[in-house]
């Protein structure tokens, strides 16, 4: 028998054999639960019902709450490098470090609101991405597709 026959045969056999059980995917990481993640958690639910008090005023933003929003992007861009880090390479890894990048954004747009409407959308947008940013960190991990 020829090399390229035995070749074809092996092949076929090989294909023909029952598949060996797929390997077993990791559970995803729960990171909710870990200390930084938390107080992400935490800090970003204060934040969302600080900012529905400057809904229909025209007070200038603290200087206290621009403070706690940069720490916040601050945590949710570290929160990004530690899921860098180990190698979790996931949805939530990519929007932490979006809503570490737009915070400083919706902020500037909540301070520079000139009139009421745009004061109040201002207010809207930062609370859905603060809201965002509790919800991403606590929804339960969902497994690779």
């Given at each position: 028998m020829s090399c390229s026959a035995a070749a074809m045969i092996s092949a076929?056999?090989?294909?023909?054999?029952?598949?060996?059980?797929?390997?077993?995917?990791?559970?995803?990481?729960?990171?909710?639960?870990?200390?930084?993640?938390?107080?992400?958690?935490?800090?970003?639910?204060?934040?969302?019902?600080?900012?529905?008090?400057f809904k229909g005023t025209a007070d200038p933003i603290p200087a206290a709450f621009k403070a706690k929003v940069g720490e916040l992007a601050?945590?949710?861009?570290?929160?990004h490098r530690s899921l860098a880090e180990r190698g979790l390479d996931g949805d939530l890894k990519c929007i932490l470090r979006g809503i570490?990048?737009?915070?400083?954004?919706?902020?500037?747009a909540l301070d520079e609101a000139k009139t009421p409407q745009d004061r109040d959308s201002a207010v809207a947008d930062m609370g859905y991405l603060l809201n965002d940013n509790v919800e991403v960190i606590?929804?339960?991990?969902?497994?690779?597709v």
């Amino acid at each position: 028998m020829s090399c390229s026959a035995a070749a074809m045969i092996s092949a076929l056999w090989l294909a023909a054999a029952p598949a060996g059980a797929a390997p077993a995917a990791s559970p995803p990481a729960v990171v909710s639960a870990e200390p930084l993640f938390a107080d992400i958690v935490r800090r970003a639910g204060a934040l969302k019902a600080e900012v529905e008090a400057f809904k229909g005023t025209a007070d200038p933003i603290p200087a206290a709450f621009k403070a706690k929003v940069g720490e916040l992007a601050d945590l949710d861009m570290q929160g990004h490098r530690s899921l860098a880090e180990r190698g979790l390479d996931g949805d939530l890894k990519c929007i932490l470090r979006g809503i570490a990048e737009d915070l400083p954004l919706k902020l500037k747009a909540l301070d520079e609101a000139k009139t009421p409407q745009d004061r109040d959308s201002a207010v809207a947008d930062m609370g859905y991405l603060l809201n965002d940013n509790v919800e991403v960190i606590t929804a339960p991990p969902q497994a690779p597709v």
